[in-house]
């Protein structure tokens, strides 16, 4: 089914409490307008774990406080968006065609089920422990006991995935010699490993977090008709699943004969009777497998987005669904992960250039490798 995407910002700057209670009216707003929201990616920066535990908690019991049974999946991580706000929500909704929405809940998280006369998806939020903020690979194992608790649940499994957004705490941190990301990649490989029976992967994001934990999103799909997804590569990068051992940084676990890489397609289209969408992955200025623009933010840009014309060419996408052209195709979302905040206003500058008029989130993240400054990630419509 067809999403729709809005930026959703306080008015007034204020504290958190302050600036997350003007976003909550608007999300009232939103819903009087005829929207069911879907899912809430709340983006914030506060001092310490424990603050984000505490905005988790008061964030969440007002959403489900003030939706009820109509309650989205909701994310909150930690993100600071661009000043001067201390919160920023990016929202999906249902729009496009009819379709049954319901919220259910695993272990006091909200996730969503959507059922349309094609498909059913799942979108799930802020699957998380904060029992082991330190520990990535217990955090991460816990977030995804919860992906396939949910996937249970609506009789799916994780061959169902078609997208995942992972959030790692002080991802570029090494402990003991291993990399926090890296662990992330093992433990995911370890879980595709036994649950997944598919030859490629999701799309995917891998992105710095402050401070600790592991957080996963999630967005599975199930036909009720034919139903096309298909991988789509990017002819200037390798596939980051076959990334040299070089490339992926720390030890590798005692046993292992190598590291495993990050375990994600480039981007992958859906396509069914009614609608046809590319996910595109978190994109970085990598061509090949190396870095460019190393120390540039500009370049780096520029470059992460010629990479996302690469998997939007209109050509290849008439080719792969057989049926559309591939002209006139328009971004419904974008989401701007930058390292450092000073270069906020010249990547928004950037991408207001290439994307206008498109929702986007701009928000500081760690990058998965040291000398890269900012990722990209969307969703396009051909």
Known sequence: MLKNYSICLPVVPGSLEEEWVQILEKLHEHVKAGNRLLKLNIFTGLPGYDSLIYARGFIMKSVIDGFGESCPAISVTMHPPESPWKVAAEVMSAGGECCEVSTRFVDETPYVSISTAHTTEVVGAGLCSDEWPWNTRKSAAAAFEKVLAILDRENMSMDNLIRQWNYIGNILQVSDGFQNYQTFNEVRNEYYSKYRSLRGYPAATGIGMMHGGVIIDFLAIAAKESLNIKPVDNPNQVNAYEYDQKVLKGL???????KHAPQFERALMVINSKTCRLLISGTASIIGQKTIGKGDVKEQTIV???????????????????????SGGRFSLIRVYIRNSKDFEEVKKICGEHYPGVPATYIEADICRDELLVEIEAEYLP
């Not at 590798?252 to 190598?258: E, H, P, S």
């Not at 992460?304 to 591939?326: P, V």
């Open 304 to 326: 992460t987005i010629e990479n996302i014309k690469k998997l939007t060419d209109s050509e290849r996408i008439s080719q792969m669904t057989g049926y559309l052209s591939g």
């Open 252 to 258: 590798k676990r005692k046993g292992q004969a190598i």
